[in-house]
């Protein structure tokens, strides 16, 4: 095991964000989650301080003894800085109910940041794997590898006729949620994307926002994921959100052209604008920057915006987040002077030398 400075982490952007998966220029990054607990041990709700304490020590040395893992980064959740803890949020690295818990936890990450393994978070354990684009098979096979490891060196709750034991019920039998992160900005624009949420819904599958359970979409982005995992094998809730996500896409893309060919002048207009504002602005605040780096971010796609690429956008969606901004900065800011600092980076990073040349002709 080895320690990354988080503030090392905050210079640079994990795969999951490099942009050039399959389908990437709608598709953010595919994501599948188990959650596992100890057969030795109550539910994190039921369980003691030093139950928790004891949970935690386990996994580190089961997760210590796997060769392929040596280099893994380790941190003790339970002593980062609040700041700390909402960075990891930030980069998707653990959930924000591993950061706003109390007692013993942690979380391992690899290098690339594509895998965590949250301990004592909701369940005993979290693995998560996170893949750029549409990547569902190859995420599964590697956290699969990544469960079999585990399961040689710890015994897992499990029941032979409902499967793995977990805190939550929608969680029980497989303990897998399949996730994809979308940027679905035109079926919001032709106000389509209610008509998608309540046909998911019918289906099975859930929505939610950028930052999972109980968020907000903003910038547009939505994860889709399977509800329910009782009676279901692994393969077949892969293959439930894997069918449907090709149909959003092209849902989007249709909502894409019509929007190109009916309304280009508009939809010009509303993409240099937010350019416009992101180049110039003196203060802005998180919220309004996803929303305009949404809009860009398609642009982009559409040829309305020329010399930016959208792995950049990419970034400026996480490190203009509150936390990364201050890590970044390398000192605490209140929230005007977050919005400051947040117009100087964007200024820092999308501003051109040409005066605008890099807005695509009408």
């Known amino acids: 095991m080895i320690s990354i400075k988080l503030d090392e982490l905050a210079t640079r952007c994990g795969e999951w964000l490099r942009g050039q998966g399959p389908q990437s220029e709608i598709v953010i990054s595919s994501r599948i989650r188990l959650a596992r607990n100890l057969a030795s041990f109550p539910f994190i709700r039921r ?14 040395e089961a997760i210590g003894s796997v060769p392929a ?5 380790y941190y003790n959740v339970a002593e980062l800085p609040q700041i700390d803890r909402q960075f990891l949020v930030e ?18 990450l690899d290098a690339q940041e594509t895998y965590s393994l949250m301990i004592n978070e909701e369940d005993h354990l979290r693995m998560q794997v996170m893949h750029s684009g549409l990547d569902l098979e190859s995420a599964w096979d590697q956290i699969s590898q990544m469960d079999d490891w585990l399961a040689d060196r710890v015994s897992f709750a499990f029941h032979n006729r409902l499967g793995y034991l977990t805190a939550c019920p929608t969680n029980v039998g497989t303990g897998m949620r399949v996730s994809v992160m979308l940027h679905l ?49 692994e393969e077949d809730l892969i293959k439930q959100v894997a069918e449907v996500i090709p149909v959003i896409i092209d849902y989007e893309n249709q909502s894409r052209a019509f929007l190109i060919k009916e309304s280009r002048k508009d939809l010009h207009d509303r993409v240099s604008r937010a350019f416009g504002i992101l180049c110039t602005a003196q203060t802005i605040s998180s919220e309004e920057t996803l929303h305009l780096l949404s809009s860009v971010r398609m642009g982009i796609y559409l040829g309305l915006i020329k010399d930016l690429e959208i792995p950049t956008i990419n970034k400026l969606f996480i490190h203009t987040q509150p936390a990364h901004l201050q890590k970044l900065r390398g000192v605490p800011l209140e929230t005007a002077d977050r919005n400051v600092e947040r117009a100087i980076y964007l200024q820092d990073h999308l501003r051109r030398r040409d005066n605008g040349g890099a807005m695509g002709q009408n």
């Open 69 to 73: 893992w040596k280099d893994l980064a």
């Open 185 to 233: 900005p035109a079926l919001v624009i032709t106000q389509q994307i209610e008509k998608v949420f309540r046909s998911l819904a019918k289906m099975g599958l859930a929505v939610r926002g950028l930052y999972g359970e109980g968020s907000q979409a903003m910038g547009d982005f939505y994860q889709i994921s399977n509800q329910i995992t009782l009676g279901r094998s």
């Open 91 to 108: 980069r998707q690295l653990i959930s924000r109910e591993l950061c706003e818990a109390q007692g013993a936890r942690s979380v391992f």
């Open 47 to 60: 369980c003691s301080d030093s139950d928790r304490v004891a949970i935690d020590k386990t996994f580190r």
